[in-house]
């Protein structure tokens, strides 16, 4: 059966799916200050595999996002396979597995935020900036994200803009916080 181009390992295998055959994808590296620091990091932990994730997230600073010539790269540097690597890039709302605008909004969709009326401040959002959750605006400022719990629940609906919550949402806070971002 042949594999179609979007299967896992699609990213080094031509359009008519023959492995091996392709040219490699284009190759990442960290810088040598980039590298030294890598490794730094994994002598903090008794299992440098403890690093894993400052190392990922110090990869998404270097190239932007991770992606999967990047899972690569990281899975290398801890003798890791690129699939262990990939299930903690795909399990982690942290990590874009495809370039992010220049602010991130993530709206908490849990059980607090949502009966507090989070799917009304995600309504708000999607028509202030115009795309769907996990699209990015087409002038790239904003990616908008609904996730998991951002452990605020006293403060719902809550969401958070790049490093910085925001609680207590109303439409009009919502309208504020975008004006901001522009």
């Given at each position: 059966?042949?594999?179609?181009?979007?299967?896992?390992?699609?990213?080094?295998?031509?359009?008519?799916?023959?492995?091996?055959?392709?040219?490699?994808?284009?190759?990442?590296?960290?810088?040598?200050?980039?590298?030294?620091?890598?490794?730094?990091?994994?002598?903090?932990?008794?299992?440098?595999?403890?690093?894993?994730?400052?190392?990922?997230?110090?990869?998404?600073?270097?190239?932007?996002?991770?992606?999967?010539?990047?899972?690569?790269?990281?899975?290398?540097?801890?003798?890791?396979?690129?699939?262990?690597?990939?299930?903690?890039?795909?399990?982690?709302?942290?990590?874009?597995?495809?370039?992010?605008?220049?602010?991130?909004?993530?709206?908490?969709?849990?059980?607090?935020?949502?009966?507090?009326?989070?799917?009304?401040?995600v309504a708000?959002?999607?028509?202030?900036?115009?795309?769907?959750?996990?699209?990015?605006?087409?002038?790239?400022?904003?990616?908008?994200?609904?996730?998991?719990?951002?452990?605020?629940?006293e403060h719902?609906?809550?969401?958070?803009?790049?490093?910085?919550?925001?609680?207590?949402?109303?439409?009009?806070?919502?309208?504020?916080?975008?004006?901001?971002?522009?």
């Amino acid at each position: 059966m042949s594999v179609g181009n979007d299967a896992p390992g699609a990213w080094n295998r031509p359009p008519s799916g023959r492995a091996g055959l392709a040219d490699p994808a284009p190759r990442v590296a960290f810088t040598a200050e980039q590298l030294a620091e890598a490794r730094r990091l994994q002598s903090l932990y008794p299992d440098p595999r403890g690093a894993l994730l400052p190392v990922l997230q110090m990869a998404q600073d270097a190239f932007g996002y991770i992606s999967l010539p990047v899972e690569e790269y990281v899975a290398g540097l801890f003798n890791l396979s690129p699939a262990h690597v990939h299930e903690v890039v795909t399990f982690y709302t942290l990590f874009f597995r495809e370039p992010k605008g220049r602010h991130v909004v993530a709206v908490c969709h849990n059980l607090s935020c949502h009966l507090a009326g989070a799917p009304e401040i995600v309504a708000r959002l999607k028509a202030r900036l115009g795309i769907e959750v996990g699209e990015t605006t087409e002038d790239g400022k904003v990616t908008l994200q609904s996730v998991e719990c951002l452990c605020a629940c006293e403060h719902a609906p809550m969401m958070q803009v790049d490093d910085r919550y925001e609680l207590g949402l109303t439409p009009e806070k919502v309208d504020r916080i975008l004006e901001g971002l522009r």
